[in-house]
């Protein structure tokens, strides 16, 4: 039987040396920029510490709304979900887009401050191995609250971009373990991992676990508890 290994994560952060000060720059850039960057300003944010809640879920809306307070940019950038995205290109085009069909409305140019500029910048994901091992879907129950935030953005959110399969680590486990699990695979696949927290996702998925398996559900999870790593 083939075993989870949990693991953790973190992310490296790398500048680009791309920045832009307008959004007309902002679009010029993210037309060739590393596909990397692309995915850094839309996923990395889960994994970067957070001071308050956030307002927008990627770095372009954000820097829209807080640099150019261009509103309607921000909004329009803030919808943009790239779990609907399986290719980064296509997210890239989406970004392009929106960005062009704003740009086609305004005639106002709006400049960010110098020091206030969008640096583009890339991450790579660098994993620790926990050495703890499952053997049983139902662990999974008793596990997934004790996980950190990194073992959950390495096993549901980045695990989609690794090939050849493109599905989180829960739902490719489950795969191996027969029929009797495939309602369970069906709930996991429907969340949709960018909208939330890294905590609240924690949450959810140990609820789906514990309801499948007849278990009441972990307490909150929301603070960190003491993890495993």
Not at 71 to 79: G, I, K, M
Not at 81 to 87: G, K, L, V
Not at 102 to 131: G, K, P, W, Y
Request: proline share 4%.
């Amino acid at each position: 039987m083939v075993e989870f290994a949990i693991k953790d994560c973190t992310l490296a952060i790398l500048a680009t040396g791309r920045r832009a000060q307008t959004l007309r720059e902002l679009r010029d850039v993210i037309r060739n920029v590393h596909v990397g960057s692309i995915y850094h300003h839309f996923w990395g944010t889960l994994l970067r510490p957070q001071f308050s809640d956030r307002e927008y879920n990627n770095d372009f809306a954000t820097w829209c709304r807080l640099s150019l307070h261009d509103n309607t940019a921000a909004e329009r950038l803030a919808v943009i979900d790239p779990a609907h995205f399986s290719d980064l290109e296509d997210l890239r085009q989406e970004l392009i887009e929106v960005i062009d069909e704003r740009l086609d409305e305004t005639e106002v140019m709006l400049f960010a401050r110098a020091d206030r500029q969008f640096h583009f910048a890339r991450s790579v994901i660098v994993v620790f191995d926990t050495n703890k091992r499952l053997t049983e879907p139902h662990e999974l129950v008793d596990a997934l609250p004790l996980m950190s935030v990194g073992s959950i953005f390495y096993h549901f959110v980045d695990a989609r971009r690794r090939e050849p399969l493109g599905q989180d680590d829960f739902q490719a486990w489950l795969a191996g373990m027969g029929p009797d699990y495939e309602e369970l695979r069906e709930s996991v696949a429907a969340m949709d991992p960018y909208f939330e927290s890294l905590f609240v996702l924690r949450d959810r998925l140990a609820q789906v676990f514990a309801g499948f398996f007849g278990r009441p559900a972990a307490g909150d999870s929301s603070r960190p508890p003491e993890v495993i790593a």
